[in-house]
């Protein structure tokens, strides 16, 4: 078992790493004050491991809200429903949420434990490779609306991360490579010695050996947690987290929420930053070609939608949180190791990588 903190003053809270944990009483414990838990979770992933965190946590008043499993339902109508069940089971200030699921999950229920009665505690349980390696730590919580990814949110930090590794032996294999994108990114934007360790790893990695894949989590979370520690509300350098979403945020928008998961649209997103670093001469020929290459070996699209064209990518992109003064900017790796927040980045260049992409 590995454990590391998120460095936030007094909001600063652990993350646990291991195999079996969701059956350990004592990494929940430090994070449950009050004696009422709301466990958050979804048709999927609750009748694989409910009943045992239920079993968990039979110290405290546990109820349940299970909503339907998708990004499609990442939404402020179906977050009601945990709104609704708190209220009618009468759960109070000192009430915690604890989410059990993937990235969606996390960030819905994050976001409601911010909302309900002005904010209440919660625990993340990812047990999504994405949400392990990314979107369970750092405080990012959200919903989706038609017209952009994220869009309704808050930045709302957990009590404690809780990562079972074990988890990960019955996530589809889909899911696992989309859970790889956020994994190669850190490679990318931060760490050029990790991204190597993971074009070297990769068959270890795939089938799910304990060491490597712990070893791959903590790396991933020991990144994010330092890049929180220093700029939490993503004013500075946690923008470069982003490397990849904007195009890829772009593609789930267009595509429909859940036709494209969020780590294949990612995937497809570094390759246009890369391309799109290359064409701006931050990037060289060789690392553009090591980072398609390690994106496809891990099984992620590597091109854009073909029926989805320039004016598609802009009417999405301009969105982009990132947007100020309606002027787009994109992070761009200059480095397998480090990247960029820039907006030299045209219209007729992102048009120009579309087709490159095409004529692969």
């Keep these: 078992m590995k454990r590391l903190t998120v460095a936030l003053g007094d909001r600063s809270y652990p993350i646990s790493i291991g195999p079996g944990l969701l059956g350990q009483p004592?990494?929940?414990?430090?994070?449950?004050?009050?004696?009422q838990?709301?466990?958050?979770?979804?048709?999927?992933?609750?009748?694989?491991?409910?009943d045992a965190l239920v079993k968990t946590l039979s110290a405290y008043q546990v109820d349940v809200v299970t909503l339907p499993d998708g990004e499609q339902y990442k939404t402020s109508e179906v977050l009601d429903n945990v709104?609704?069940?708190?209220?009618?089971?009468?759960?109070?200030?000192?009430?915690?949420?604890?989410?059990?699921?993937?990235g969606v999950i996390g960030d819905m229920a994050g976001f409601a434990a911010a909302c309900y009665q002005r904010g209440i505690p919660?625990?993340?349980?990812?047990?999504?490779?994405l949400a392990q390696v990314d979107s369970s730590v750092g405080g990012k919580t959200a919903v989706n609306h038609r017209l952009g990814k994220n869009m309704i949110g808050a930045f709302y930090q957990p009590q404690s991360v809780v990562i079972d590794i074990d988890c990960l032996k019955t996530l589809p294999e889909r899911e696992y490579r989309a859970g790889m994108a956020e994994v190669i990114k850190y490679g990318i934007i931060y760490d050029g010695e990790?991204?190597?360790?993971?074009?070297?790893?990769?068959?270890?990695?795939?089938?799910?050996?304990?060491?490597?894949?712990?070893?791959?989590?903590?790396?991933?979370c020991e990144i994010k947690a330092e890049v929180v520690g220093k700029d939490?509300?993503?004013?500075?350098?946690?923008?470069?987290?982003?490397?990849?979403?904007?195009?890829?945020?772009?593609?789930?928008?267009?595509?429909?929420?859940g036709n494209w998961l969020h780590g294949e649209a990612v995937g497809?997103?570094?390759?246009?930053?890369?391309?799109?670093?290359?064409?701006?001469?931050?990037?060289?020929?060789?690392?553009?070609?090591?980072i398609i290459a390690l994106i496809d070996k891990v099984g992620l699209p590597v091109k854009p939608p073909q029926a989805m064209g320039i004016d598609d990518f802009m009417t999405h992109m301009m969105r982009d949180k990132k947007v100020l003064n309606q002027q787009l900017r994109v992070i761009l790796p200059t480095a397998i190791g480090s990247a960029i927040?820039?907006?030299a980045l045209s219209q007729a260049d992102i048009e120009s990588v579309i087709g490159a992409l095409r004529a692969r």
């Design 26 to 35: 004592d990494f929940f414990q430090q994070a449950i004050k009050g004696h």
């Design 37 to 50: 838990v709301m466990v958050v979770t979804n048709d999927t992933v609750g009748p694989l491991y409910l």
């Design 194 to 220: 990790f991204f190597t360790w993971l074009e070297n790893n990769l068959d270890a990695l795939h089938a799910l050996d304990e060491q490597t894949i712990t070893h791959a989590i903590y790396r991933c």
């Design 232 to 257: 939490e509300t993503e004013h500075g350098i946690r923008a470069l987290l982003n490397l990849g979403h904007t195009f890829g945020h772009a593609i789930e928008a267009h595509q429909g929420y």
């Design 122 to 129: 919660f625990v993340q349980v990812p047990t999504t490779l």
């Design 341 to 343: 927040i820039t907006d």
């Design 83 to 102: 709104y609704s069940a708190l209220l009618e089971k009468r759960h109070g200030r000192d009430t915690t949420i604890v989410a059990l699921g993937g």
């Design 268 to 290: 497809t997103g570094m390759v246009m930053a890369a391309l799109s670093a290359q064409k701006l001469g931050y990037l060289k020929d060789e690392q553009v070609e090591r």
